[in-house]
């Protein structure tokens, strides 16, 4: 159901469409033109013929071609085009339509799917700079006071040594920075989708595009992990204020809260790492989706085989 709802694009993905200035340059060269042909128009912009036709792929639902395969805009296209002549930036209220859809299922796409969270993140230093700098400062905090290990989506029990559950954090960042990436590259296709496009560049369409953009995936990721810290947040306020919230160690009931609450957490930073991974890695929803279950997926398999191999 939530792979279904994300298969078709919002105005805020749209948005996020259009923020490379590849794909502006391209809109509103041809809006210009009126009509103008492949090989005008890549002469025009001085790109690559592998970059021209990647982007138009990105923008079909703005550019449309006539029968002597000339490219023009379609009507969405055009009000995008007029905003760029306009206001040289484009907004959510640009896109959208009379028919708008109701208000609660736009709260529910935004709240499954929030590319809204990374639009800052990416787009303003000083968020950047900040944001995700606090997150690693709390999640730090409250895993050394509760004395978890983060493994994935998951937390394991360690020794009070606050050098360790530091770089454990920093190692699982690292480690979901890596399984996302192989992910998307592999779902969107990069490797086996031909063209003149080298392979490298391929792969560059959707990471590794620039050392500063994968900086930002991982400032990125310690925000998305945000949620996660809701396990080791509810230990430290039972653990401060003596609430008995957790039942003792090593019985049934332990395990069932403690296993609770971690799944709890777990689905609720799902939607942060799929809107991250579509944002990020230039995906659409439905196999960003696709890349953040297989992640789950992942981490529950991982911890059972550790879990299982500590008490062997």
């Known amino acids: 159901m939530l792979v279904a709802a994300l298969r078709e694009p919002s ?21 210009d033109a009126g009509k103008i042909s492949a090989t005008t128009l890549r002469d025009t912009l001085k790109i690559s013929t592998g970059s021209l036709y990647y982007n138009l792929r990105q923008l079909r639902r703005f550019v449309t071609q006539d029968g002597d395969k000339n490219y023009m805009l379609t009507e969405e296209g055009l009000r995008v085009y007029r905003a760029l002549k ?32 990374y639009t800052p993140l990416y787009e303003q230093k000083t968020v950047f700079m900040i944001l995700p700098a606090l997150s690693a400062i709390l999640s730090v905090a409250l895993l050394i006071y509760t004395r978890q290990a983060p493994l994935m989506l998951h937390f394991y029990r360690v020794e009070p040594n606050v050098f360790r559950i530091a770089g454990q954090y920093l190692l699982n960042i690292s480690i979901l920075y890596i399984l996302s990436t192989v992910l998307s590259i592999i ?10 496009e080298g392979l490298m560049a391929r792969i560059r369409s959707i ?4 050392i500063w953009d994968e900086v930002k995936f991982v ?10 810290m809701l396990y080791p947040a509810i230990l430290s306020v039972n653990k401060l204020f003596s609430l008995s919230i957790i039942p003792a160690e090593r ?13 709890i957490s777990q689905v609720l930073a799902l939607p942060l790492l799929t809107g991250l991974i579509a944002y990020g890695r ?3 929803g439905a196999t960003a989706a696709l890349a953040a279950l297989i992640i789950f997926f992942t981490s529950h398999v991982v911890f059972q085989a550790v879990t299982f191999a500590s008490v062997v």
């Open 207 to 210: 990471a590794w595009h620039s």
């Open 86 to 117: 306009e206001k040289g930036t484009i907004t959510a209220a640009d896109l959208m339509e009379q028919n708008q859809r109701s208000r609660v299922f736009s709260m529910f796409k935004s709240a499954f799917f929030p590319l809204w969270l």
């Open 187 to 196: 779902f969107s296709g990069a490797l086996f989708r031909g063209g003149e």
């Open 219 to 228: 400032g990125a990721l310690a925000v998305a992990q945000l949620p996660l």
């Open 282 to 284: 230039r995906l659409d």
């Open 11 to 31: 105005e805020d993905e749209l948005v996020w469409l259009l923020r490379y200035k590849t794909r502006r340059r391209i809109l509103l060269a041809i809006g």
């Open 251 to 263: 019985t049934a009931q332990y395990y069932l809260v403690t296993g609770t609450l971690s799944t």
